[in-house]
């Protein structure tokens, strides 16, 4: 297999955190996982791997450390699919990257496909990121995964941004379906600053017939901004899961405005929020029965009697200036929650005093 090496040193276009000095360039011989991982290799360090136009089947995992630059010619015209019978480790990504090292990562211009086999019930996902910090995952689109199409994990931090997500629910499965799935570092953090970049960012992307455009737990920070959420099924658009479901606990805290939700093609509720903190506003609801519920989680294994408050329960929640079907909305809370979810003390229907959003667009996605 023939791997193509530049001789000549390129800089890197964008990515302000990210290296200064130049860096080598390889381009992959072939659109599969066997070319792209020679090419990688082939780096021996940080760099960029270019991967040409065309197709091919994604067989096993592409694995890269930190400091790998991922960049295709653009979606349409470089794409990875999962084809024929599902794998064994049906659960395996298509793309596992690795940020131990602590170096940042882009990846751009790829266009992952799941399996499309409507009876397929393969738990799997697109694009695993571990641990790594200033990641950019932009202008890719992820289509039919059933578990998610991007999975942020640990200390990751960074940016999903002018992404499309398409059908990343399957019905033959019946649960999860996410478009991105944050899972923070198994704790929650003493020193949090809400508003600062040590999160997962999703912003200005559109997802379409995902079951949660975006959820999280194990201690996750998300800011959720800027996107446009189209007909999602089953269940709500934006999720945050508390402690339960096999997490260490719950998510601590997501960011959420300036988002247009609509068209659902099955589920009530445009945001279901069960754990954690956060600030949700100036988000736009068409369509649903009911905008923004906060709940106790609903996992059965744990004893939702307890007195107030609950571990990692929705406490220092702020959510204001939403509206649902033309008119203000504030957020619900079910029955069985009322007694440990009180407006006053748990959640409050104004902006969150001192809080300051973190600048918009994020600045990894601004050119040098």
């Not at 478009?179 to 999703?202: C, K, L, Q």
């Not at 754990?275 to 609801?285: A, S």
């Not at 204001?320 to 007694?339: I, Q």
Request: aromatic share 8%; glycine share 12%; with cysteine.
């Amino acid at each position: 297999m023939k791997v193509l090496v530049m001789g000549s040193l390129v800089c890197m276009a964008f990515n302000l955190a990210a290296r200064a000095e130049p860096v080598r360039e390889v381009t992959a011989s072939a659109v599969s996982i066997a070319a792209i991982q020679e090419a990688v290799n082939a780096l021996g360090g940080a760099g960029r791997v270019r991967i040409p136009a065309g197709e091919g089947e994604a067989i096993g995992t592409l694995t890269i450390p930190g400091g790998i630059d991922l960049v295709g010619a653009g979606v349409g015209r470089t794409r990875l699919f999962r084809a024929g019978k599902t794998p064994a480790k049906s659960s395996e990504p298509v793309i596992r990257i690795d940020g131990k090292n602590g170096l940042p990562t882009q990846v751009s211009g790829l266009e992952l496909r799941g399996f499309q086999d409507p009876k397929n019930t393969a738990w799997d996902t697109g694009l695993v990121l571990i641990g790594v910090r200033d990641f950019r995952v932009h202008h890719c689109r992820f289509e039919r995964f059933g578990m998610a199409a991007v999975s942020a994990r640990g200390v990751s931090r960074g940016v999903v941004d002018h992404c499309e997500f398409t059908d990343n629910y399957k019905r033959s499965i019946a649960n999860v379906g996410y478009g991105v799935v944050v899972y923070g570092p198994g704790r929650w953090r003493e020193t949090f600053e809400p508003g600062s970049a040590d999160a997962v960012f999703i912003e200005d992307c559109v997802f379409r017939g995902q079951r949660h455009a975006v959820a999280s737990n194990n201690g996750a920070h998300y800011v959720f901004r800027h996107n446009h959420i189209i007909g999602n099924d089953n269940s709500q658009a934006v999720d945050a899961h508390g402690p339960g479901y096999g997490s260490k606990c719950g998510t601590q805290w997501v960011e959420v405005y300036d988002n247009v939700i609509e068209k659902p093609l099955a589920g009530v509720s445009a945001m279901m929020l069960r754990g954690g903190g956060g600030v949700v506003f100036r988000n736009t609801i068409r369509n649903y029965f009911t905008g923004i519920v906060l709940t106790l989680d609903f996992d059965g294994r744990l004893d939702w009697t307890r007195p107030y408050p609950i571990p990692e329960q929705v406490r220092d929640m702020w959510v204001w200036d939403n509206s649902l079907n033309g008119k203000k909305t504030p957020p619900g809370v079910p029955p069985r929650s009322a007694g440990h979810i009180q407006a006053g003390r748990d959640f409050f229907t104004k902006a969150k005093p001192g809080y300051t959003p973190y600048a918009y667009p994020h600045p990894l996605t601004r050119p040098e």
